[in-house]
């Protein structure tokens, strides 16, 4: 069965580095997300993506964060400078459809890379 | 903030059919109802979703109340492996996820 695949499962950076998370989305999806979880709290969006363009994205998503499709099949995020904050589970998901006109859209989610920052 | 309401937790025996309730009150008609769950560090995994109409597929069913308020995962026979965080998460674009409710899984 296709898979969403999120490189590494582990990443450890010093403060004030640049880190980039990978991801392979399900190769005939068209719409790519962004989420993260610190531990013990909630699963939250970061940012949509669709035909090279961010379509949506959220307050935690600034200007330090930014996402690429560099070639037809990885999508990434790259942290520019990382804060202690950033420490968390990032997952990488993947859906052929979107909402709105087409009314539905499911997700399906990398295992994850879990971002520990000094 | 999540615009649904779920119990914090449920617990259930293996083998047995566990209903997983959800209240979306403010849901608007076009929306459809999502359910994902999340298994010890793993991430989100879909399970089931509908718009009005009670729906199955082989991994649980969702019933959906004629006023669309309210709906219900059936897991129809808890194994271990459902034990997880469950998720009911209502709208069309991004995925709004609350805390959810955790079911426990008793052998």
């Known amino acids: 069965e296709p898979e969403v695949t999120q490189t590494p499962s582990h990443q450890v950076t010093q403060m004030g580095q640049e880190v980039i998370l990978r991801c392979v989305p399900i190769?005939?999806?068209?719409?790519f997300y962004w989420y993260r979880q610190i531990l013990g709290q909630k699963v939250e969006f970061l940012v949509s993506f669709y035909n090279n363009e961010i379509s949506e994205k959220s307050e935690i998503f600034d200007d330090q964060f930014s996402v690429e499709r560099p070639d037809g099949s990885n999508f990434t995020l790259k942290i520019r400078s990382t804060k202690l904050e950033d420490s968390a589970m990032y997952f990488c998901a993947s859906s052929l459809l979107a909402g709105g006109d087409y009314g539905e859209n499911i997700q399906y989610f990398g295992a994850g890379t879990r971002l520990s920052v000094l | 903030d999540a615009k649904t309401t779920q119990p914090n937790s449920m617990e259930s025996n293996e083998e047995e059919p566990v209903h997983l309730p959800c209240n979306h009150s403010?849901?608007?008609?076009?929306?459809?109802i999502h359910w994902y769950r999340q298994l010890p560090s793993q991430g989100p995994e879909y399970v089931i979703h509908?718009?009005?109409s009670n729906v199955n597929n082989r991994m649980a069913s969702l019933a959906i109340a004629e006023d669309r308020k309210s709906s219900t995962l059936i897991l129809h026979r808890a194994t271990l492996r459902d034990a997880a965080v469950y998720y009911c998460i209502t709208g069309y674009s991004t995925l709004t996820f609350g805390k959810g409710t955790m079911l426990l899984v008793s052998p």
């Open positions: 403010t849901i608007s008609g076009t929306d459809y």
């Open positions: 190769s005939n999806h068209l719409y």
């Open positions: 509908g718009l009005t």
